[in-house]
């Protein structure tokens, strides 16, 4: 309720009474964690724990992505496919409630490129450092240099590839376990891997953070970087509206700098699943549908109520959504095409 009717009922006593009756029927939901597929269930679980204790969201959305960069399970952090000469390069962004932000891309052996973003966004008057200079600079700060070698899945996986050394980068897009011609299986358990987590938290002050974490395509180019560590594209905050990530081809969310549009669309009213579900159509859009058959891009948001949601081009992506102790659990991703 506006402030000036609100003294005008205060003033004729109806003040308590009034104004809660007034008040939107739905509490908002705070605090509030979500993050890109099914390994964000154990980084939520992380992010809770912080967030349950009256934790800053900023805190949260670090430590939880930390776990997945961590995970011998997963295609985020050292962990993951190197690039087409065989070395894994990393990119991540993190935003907090007061538009201050921090990337690094084309970063090489240190284990959590987040909190090297994190470093950058706090310690320095820039925004991004890339490659060697961003790796310097986690040295510098006291980030161990980790070793080059590749992990068992990842040596496997690149040593199949180089077999036709193909250059046809392909992202993940997880149709149906066993039967997607696009993504690279992992080979001893045949699963499939996602090589990004974003995730969006709200805290008890109801502040909005967020962040981004990815070993990129497998058997990129080197140097090729994408949507993760570009603040706009892979992860976008504002804390007057809500918040929003990525995942999937990098190369087409940047190009409708897609988490920014995202919170634009439920700046202007759109709930969190309808923003997402426009910003795939924009990309649907300028693409082509057939070109979009080709590739998965998943968006994820949280608005200031509490309010979540998730799109996708098609059918496999899923995201965890997490506000309370017992209820940290997946959601299907709606899909387009
Ligand atoms: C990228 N968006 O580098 C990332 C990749 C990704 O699941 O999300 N994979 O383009």
């Known amino acids: 309720m506006e402030r000036r009717k609100f003294l005008e009922f205060s003033s004729l006593g109806l003040s308590a009474i009034t104004f809660s009756s007034f008040k939107s029927s739905s509490p908002i939901r705070k605090p509030i964690v979500i993050s890109t597929w099914d390994a964000g269930i154990e980084a939520n679980k992380t992010a809770w724990k912080i967030l349950s204790i009256g934790g800053s969201a900023l805190d949260a959305v670090e430590k939880g992505v930390m776990v997945t960069e961590s995970s011998q399970n997963c295609c985020v952090g050292l962990g993951a496919n190197p690039d087409r000469d065989g070395f894994v390069t990393l990119d991540a962004s993190i935003m907090d409630h007061q538009f201050n932000c921090g990337s690094v891309a084309f970063l090489e052996r240190i284990k959590h490129p987040i909190s090297v973003a994190r470093r950058v966004m706090e310690k320095t008057p820039h925004v991004m450092l890339v490659g060697e200079g961003a790796q310097q600079f986690a040295v510098a700060e006291g980030f161990p240099l980790e070793s080059d070698k590749l992990s068992n899945d990842a040596k496997k996986a690149y040593e199949n590839w180089l077999k036709k050394s193909e250059y046809n980068p392909i992202i993940n897009i997880e149709r149906t376990k066993g039967n997607n011609a696009f993504a690279p299986p992992k080979l001893e358990t045949g699963e499939w891997n996602h090589d990004t987590i974003g995730m969006v938290a709200m805290d008890a002050n109801g502040n909005l953070s967020g ?21 706009g594209a892979g992860l976008f905050v504002d804390n007057e509206v809500g918040a929003a990530t990525a995942t999937g081809q990098g190369e087409d969310v940047i190009r409708i700098c897609g988490s920014h549009l995202v919170v634009e669309f439920m700046r ?30 998943g968006f994820i948001a949280i608005n200031k109520q509490g309010d979540y949601g998730g799109y996708c081009i098609q059918k496999g992506f899923n995201f965890a959504v997490c506000y309370a102790e017992e209820k940290n659990f997946l959601v299907d991703g709606k899909f387009i095409l």
């Open 268 to 297: 202007q009213g759109l709930n969190p699943e309808m923003a997402c579900k426009k910003a795939v159509e924009r990309i649907i859009k300028a693409k082509g549908v057939e070109k979009s058959k080709q590739i998965q891009v």
């Open 211 to 231: 962040s981004c974490t990815t070993s990129g395509m497998g058997f990129k180019m080197r140097g090729r970087v994408g949507d993760s560590p570009i603040i």
